[in-house]
């Protein structure tokens, strides 16, 4: 069975501080897809990004940076110089390579960045 | 914005009643999920349409049901509501080729908000 697992329920940082969001996975599957999606209040969920289990590779994208290590069953996500606009909950996901695009969420970070 | 609309935002029904939840999927789209979201919690997985075709399903009882139009459109129908179904219900399009295969990223909407009393 597929899991995802984010240890930390809250966060709260000043602006501008950098943070680090953890993500941590269990499939039995060779090859999947995990994700991460941002949630703010108005309750959407915003796509970040979606990275194929072949690909280590870290991502930056701005202010964001995702560090996979397959080794450790990780997918953290990284933000720096934070910012106000940041707060919101923070999903990690999984889902399988074949079939039905099922994604199996994380129970998700809330985090605060207060000016 | 997602293009992914989703009716009504809010509805507040009874225990025992039934619910009709609408989701007008992104432009192109052929795909869609329905996940339903406690408070505090990670969304969880119900079911897919693609094609108009059930394609996969999570842990749920057969009380919740869907359909999915030729636009592509889709309905999740919930009966017999209990008071545990009270969530964000989240439904997300995206888009599958014709081997089936997509992972893609998913399109959300904004959610329905169902209060059962």
């Known amino acids: 069975a597929q899991k995802v697992t984010q240890a930390q329920t809250e966060i709260s940082v000043v602006e501008k501080e950098d943070v680090t969001l953890d993500c941590v996975y269990e499939?039995?599957?060779?090859?999947?897809?995990l994700f991460w999606y941002k949630q703010p209040p108005s309750g959407e969920l915003v796509f970040l990004i979606r990275r194929n289990s072949f690909d280590e590779q870290n991502e930056i994208s701005g202010r964001y940076s995702w560090n996979f290590q397959k080794s450790t069953s990780s997918f953290n996500f990284t933000i720096t110089a934070s910012q106000v606009v940041d707060s919101a909950v923070y999903f990690c996901?999984?889902?399988?390579?074949?079939?039905?695009?099922?994604?199996?969420f994380g129970q998700g970070t809330r985090l605060t960045i207060n000016p | 914005e997602t293009g992914v609309t989703q009716s009504p935002t809010h509805l507040i029904k009874t225990r025992g009643q039934q619910v009709t939840l609408r989701c007008s999927s992104q432009s192109g789209h052929n795909t869609v999920s329905w996940y339903q979201q406690a408070l505090g919690q990670g969304p969880q997985f119900i079911f897919q349409?693609?094609?108009?075709?059930?394609?996969g399903r999570g842990n749920f009882p057969p009380r919740f049901s869907g359909l999915q139009f030729p636009n592509y459109s889709s309905e999740l129908n919930v009966n017999a509501l209990e008071l545990d179904d009270s969530a964000l219900y989240l439904c997300?399009?995206?888009?599958?080729?014709?081997?089936?295969?997509?992972?893609?990223?998913?399109?959300f909407g904004q959610g329905t908000r169902l209060t059962v009393v």
């Open positions: 499939t039995r599957d060779t090859t999947y897809y």
């Open positions: 997300a399009s995206s888009p599958t080729d014709l081997t089936g295969v997509g992972n893609t990223e998913a399109f």
């Open positions: 349409y693609y094609r108009e075709e059930e394609n």
């Open positions: 996901a999984l889902s399988e390579a074949w079939g039905a695009q099922k994604l199996v």
